[in-house]
């Protein structure tokens, strides 16, 4: 199978899943054993996380490996289970035109889907201790809409996170960046939060989040939550799909041959 035809398969997979109407579970990894182990477990999806080939690396989260550096890692996480791979690509290299670069690339690489969020390059991992500097929201909706233009499929996945909430901005602007986001062509949108409460206001989420549909209306969506079994819930908002990521840390216990500690919640009991 080519790169294009692998791409098509995986992508039209994760679209699948992401139009349906639950929940789709992804689990950072960082290498070819970690994504397998993930797939064997039961999760959807896999998400090839920047912080943890980082730390594969002995390097922190910071914009220090190359994309071809990212690339590569999720390309044997591809190679080496068959569930779709979505690669979290940071800030998209740069701007519009790395965006546009980054998008061929990663789809001629067999990669059903990518994630790039709106920090300022170079960034530093959402869990430092540091401020962090957002791009104005007309620079990043540049770059949605030119890695949108630049794929070459219809079913490759495009998803725009904000970080509105860890740089200490108000959920407002986290829903409003989230809204402009959608409108640009995102395929779905993640606002990222540290804090252990339900995006600090459910209600208000369900109610403002707004996104396209086929017909290229818009039309009020809901949240859907996902809890990690240790208790760590991770929300992602989507403009027409759901996705649920379970914390690195859970990726990391995948080094071990016991695929146990890896299980989503629910798992067992066929949820």
Not at 58 to 76: K, R, V
Not at 164 to 170: K, N, P, S
Not at 177 to 204: F, I, M, N, W
Not at 208 to 219: E, K, N, P, S
């Amino acid at each position: 199978m080519t790169g294009s035809s692998a791409t098509t398969a995986k992508a039209i997979r994760l679209r699948r899943l992401l139009d349906g109407p639950e929940l789709v579970r992804a689990v950072g990894a960082h290498n070819g054993l970690t994504a397998l182990l993930a797939a064997r477990a039961g999760f959807e999806a896999i998400w090839a996380s920047g912080f943890e080939i980082s730390a594969s690396h002995a390097l922190p989260d910071a914009s220090l490996l190359s994309m071809t550096q990212l690339l590569d890692a999720a390309e044997a996480m591809d190679m080496a289970c068959p569930v779709p791979v979505i690669a979290d690509c940071d800030t998209g290299f740069g701007g519009p035109r790395n965006v546009e670069h980054t998008v061929l690339s990663y789809e001629r690489r067999g990669i059903a889907g990518i994630c790039i969020e709106d920090k300022m390059f170079p960034k530093l991992n959402s869990f430092a201790a540091v401020a962090h500097d957002l791009v104005p929201v007309p620079d990043f909706v540049a770059k949605v809409k030119a890695g949108k233009a630049a794929q070459k499929s219809e079913d490759f996945i495009l998803i725009a996170r904000t970080e509105a909430l860890v740089a200490g901005l108000d959920l407002e602007e986290a829903v409003n960046r989230a809204r402009a986001y959608a409108e640009a062509g995102a395929d779905a949108v993640l606002v990222h939060s540290k804090s252990r409460e339900p995006l600090q206001s459910t209600h208000h989420v369900r109610r403002c989040i707004r996104a396209r549909t086929q017909g290229g209306r818009v039309q009020a969506r809901h949240l859907r939550q996902s809890r990690h079994p240790g208790g760590d819930p991770w929300h992602q908002l989507r403009p027409c799909r759901a996705v649920a990521r379970w914390p690195q840390s859970r990726g990391r216990r995948a080094d071990r041959t016991d695929e146990r500690g890896l299980r989503p919640a629910g798992h067992d009991r066929g949820v």
